[in-house]
């Protein structure tokens, strides 16, 4: 490639340099892998019955890291008032907290989680 000198506003700019952007080639190794923390322990703010949703809903989706905090936290927030305040709890509700599942990986009717039987198998029930 060659390079090519500009001047723009009295600056001498060279277009095509290899040495002003670096750049890393699959040939040059394995890039690194920045492991993230897990999810940890509860905000502080939450009350003691969030924390408790937390705590366990933390242990039922391992894979949630620390860049999920967020998005946790709101299903967590709505996970308790389904538990713990469920007159309050409203369809729009329901909603965010099965998107906020859906978003972290964890929707739990989704048809990834369940393995389907064959078609060949026939159900005495339902097969005409």
């Known amino acids: 490639m060659s390079n090519l000198t500009m001047v723009r506003d009295n600056k001498v700019i ?9 750049r890393q080639s699959p040939l040059d190794g394995p890039r690194k892998i920045i492991k993230m923390a897990r999810i940890g322990h509860a905000p502080v703010h939450l009350n003691e019955q969030q924390s408790a949703v937390w705590r366990e809903m933390r242990e039922v989706m391992p894979w949630l890291r620390e860049n999920h905090r967020t998005m ?9 008032k389904a ?3 469920h007159d309050a709890f409203t369809s729009r509700d329901a909603a965010i907290m099965i998107r906020c599942a859906d978003r972290l990986g ?16 026939q159900d005495e029930f339902f097969d005409v």
């Open 106 to 121: 964890g929707n739990p009717v989704s048809d990834q989680y369940f393995e389907h039987e064959s078609a060949s198998e």
């Open 14 to 22: 060279r277009i095509g340099d290899q040495d002003a952007y670096p």
């Open 83 to 85: 538990r713990y305040d």
């Open 72 to 80: 946790f936290e709101l299903y967590v927030r709505m996970a308790a």
